[in-house]
């Protein structure tokens, strides 16, 4: 019997996300990111396609580091300009019955109980349908724009997070009983306020005095998604994580990476299955191969590079100006995102890349395997990175909707004939879709449940 595979569609409110360059083309509709009809019309296609989630990035910060300016990602709409994801949520949700709606917040945006009351309120508007991606931020102009003098050296930052989720699993899980809420409409009693706790947090970070300001959602805490793949990030993911968003060009090294992150979670106590792996992938499809290679050639025509080194040097932290484009790169420990240095430059990765090589890679796939084929070739794809440890997708695009009209129409019948995909949604919150019936709230022994009255 066939391993079901999960798929979330990967997007960001704004106009470039991992596609430099692509907007220009005529089919490409990311310009209309500030219309809420693209983005209802994209959530009904994605659940006529029986997606898992979309999972929508986010950046606080500008691309600032190549040349030391922003000039190349405003030019280029390199992640900015860039709106709020979370807002989108409600109307997509109202549109659609099961589809899941996963969104980036870092720690640096929102006090954790300005955030938690956030979450709630989105998990009662989308009957239990939201999922947080938790970040730590790599952008300096960031901190900058929040009156920071810059981040956080790259470790503590988890520790940050650390003490931020503390206050938010506090908040959510231990501050209403579920029995609190009592509709007493002859009493005149909506809730019973013996049954209503304050919580009190004084952290390193964070600190809270008070009671949560929403009675309890459906998920109460929301399916939790981690995307660190540094050591630390690892450790991060084993201990909160029920999603953690992978990347890599090799199998082989991301299996190893996944197995490495279920055993610290087994070592913690947790059920290293009650963590899934997503694939961060870019797919080009066509019915043929000839048609394939078509699409393939004219999006590398589009790429525009320097919009791709605006966001290879933000993600690097480093002003990639300055170097040779025909040179092999050398490994530098950098405050922002580690796992692009570690996969692709440092002297034990599968190959030395050039930057210019490196820069046609992030331009056209986003710096992740680009998955090339017919449907039933990416089909058999599927199944070898299933193989190597991965549970599912997180399919960027090249245009949008474009390619996930691609993908639903021609991907998923393939898969769902292959039991490789859902034919029909799991009824329930978007935890128990992931995880089974009976599974809306977090179980022992992730740390959240220890909070709970």
Sequence with gaps: MN??????????NCVVHQSPGLWVR?????????????????????????FDALFLADVVGVYDVYRGNRVAALTQAAQVPVNDPALLIP????????????????ILQYHPFIFARLISTLDH????????????????????????????????????????????????????????????????????????????????????????????????????????????????????????????LNPVKVGDSIRDTRDQARRSG????????????????????????????????YVNYEGALALLSGWAGIDFSQYEL????????????????????????????????????????GGGPLLMGTPEQLAQTFQEWVAAGVDGFNLAYMVTPGSFVDFVDGVVPILQRRGLMQTEYQDGTLREKLMGPGRARLRAPHPAVQHRR
């Design 3 to 12: 391993k079901r595979i999960y798929f979330n569609a990967f997007h960001m």
């Design 26 to 50: 005529a089919e490409d509709q990311a310009h209309n990111y500030t219309d809420l009809d693209t983005w209802v019309d994209l959530a009904k296609l994605l659940e006529r396609g029986r």
């Design 91 to 106: 109307a997509m949700a109202y549109a659609t019955k099961h589809l899941g709606f996963a969104f980036t917040s870092s």
């Design 125 to 248: 508007l989308t009957k239990g349908r939201v999922a947080w991606n938790i970040v730590t931020s790599y952008l300096e102009s960031g901190a900058h724009s929040i009156g920071q003098p810059g981040l956080l050296p790259h470790d503590q930052r988890y520790d940050m997070a650390e003490d931020y989720l503390e206050v938010c699993y506090k908040l959510w899980e231990g501050s209403w009983q579920d029995d609190a809420v009592v509709k007493d409409r002859e009493r005149g009693i909506y809730a019973d306020p013996a049954k209503v706790w304050d919580v009190h947090h004084d952290g390193k970070y964070f600190s809270t005095h008070g009671c949560h300001l929403s009675e309890p959602s459906p998920q109460r805490t929301p399916v939790l998604y981690q995307a660190g793949g540094s050591p630390r990030g690892r450790e991060f993911a084993a201990r909160h994580a029920e999603c953690v968003f992978v990347s890599g």
């Design 270 to 301: 947790r059920n290293p299955q009650d963590i899934l792996f997503f694939l961060y992938a870019k797919v080009i499809t066509a019915d043929t191969e000839a048609a394939v290679q078509r699409k393939h050639d004219e999006y590398l025509s």
């Design 326 to 365: 025909d040179k092999p790169l050398e490994y530098v420990e950098t405050n922002a995102v580690r796992t692009l240095m570690q996969a692709f430059i440092r002297p034990d990765s599968q190959r030395r890349w050039t930057l210019r090589e490196l820069v046609k890679l992030v331009g056209l796939s």
